[in-house]
């Protein structure tokens, strides 16, 4: 959703995580839950995961961008975040929609934690076999 101010909106997931995200025009400055980007994602590699759509479209230090993330850990937390900045650039310009999904940024990573089956520790191991 595009406002009258130039904010755009957009929702990105990934694993149990949600980031809402808002972008504007500005000077490149990216506050994740109150805290500045570099504060919340201590590691520059999740650092540099979040800001390949701005890399793609040529767009650093143009968009302030504003994140409301939930659920997760920061692996997960930062692909949402990546998905939402995204589709917020998509909503954008239109133009940039063909960049972003050559680069596989639009498209939701759906692998998420298996669930544990009754009768094995785990979700795939089993208990050790005994013959005797």
Known sequence: ????NGEISAVGRRKCSVARVRVTPGTGKVVVNGASMNDY???DSVIGFINQPLQVTN???K??????????????????LRHGIARALE???ETLRSALKSAG??????????RK???QPGARK????SKR
Do not use: C, Y
């Not at 959703?1 to 009258?4: I, Q, R």
């Not at 968009?63 to 997960?76: E, W």
């Not at 089993?126 to 076999?129: A, D, G, H, M, Y």
């Open 91 to 93: 909503k954008g310009d």
């Open 105 to 114: 940024m639009l498209t939701r990573d759906a692998r998420v934690k298996e």
């Open 63 to 80: 968009f302030d961008i504003v994140a409301n993330i939930v659920g997760g850990g920061v692996v997960g937390q930062a692909g949402a």
């Open 117 to 119: 089956k009754p009768g």
């Open 59 to 61: 767009s650093v230090g």
């Open 41 to 43: 994602f201590k590691v």
């Open 126 to 129: 089993r208990f050790q076999f």
């Open 1 to 4: 959703m595009v406002n009258a």
